[in-house]
């Protein structure tokens, strides 16, 4: 295997990586809130005490797409068909209630708390991930030629 270089981005990532950190440690501490992306998104549908910090949260997760588009940055190239990505989305929205929470609570959040369960369920989706990549890459690619 070889890296991309003409399109690694290790600068990018890892100031991504760090903002997402830095949030997750800002909700916890100023807010007694865990950063699941799943379960904030979950709650509004159950309460509209906290309504707006969860709003405020999505706000902030929606507003770098809207500069990107509205920049007119490149746009994201996706290789599966419609039909594939809607598949995939409701697969992973029955992964996150099956698993109690996202990879964003589980990943980011869980397993910095050394979470049990979030340290299961991580290994989980990472294993789920490194499965359907392998199968629809190689098995099902062999098959379909």
């Known amino acids: 295997m070889q890296i991309d270089w003409i399109n690694f981005t290790p600068w990018p990532s890892l100031t ?21 992306a799943s379960n904030i998104v979950g709650g509004l ?7 707006p910090w969860r709003l405020s949260f999505l706000a902030g997760l929606i507003a770098p797409a809207i500069v990107a588009a509205a920049i007119n940055m490149p746009k994201p190239v996706f ?3 419609t039909a594939t990505l809607i ?10 209630r ?5 990879t964003s609570g589980h990943g980011v959040c869980g397993m910095s708390r050394l979470s ?6 991580t290994l989980i989706f990472m294993l789920a991930g490194f499965v ?12 379909a030629s």
Do not use: E, Q
């Open 16 to 36: 991504g990586g760090a903002l997402i950190g830095i949030a997750a440690a800002l909700l916890i501490n100023f807010n007694g809130r865990i950063m699941g």
């Open 79 to 81: 290789f599966g068909s």
């Open 45 to 51: 549908f159950h309460s509209l005490s906290d309504a």
């Open 132 to 143: 359907t990549v392998f199968v629809v890459r190689h098995a099902l690619a062999g098959a």
């Open 116 to 121: 049990p369960r979030s340290i299961a369920a």
């Open 98 to 102: 099956m698993g109690g929470g996202c």
């Open 87 to 96: 598949v995939a989305g409701l697969l992973v929205g029955c992964g996150t």
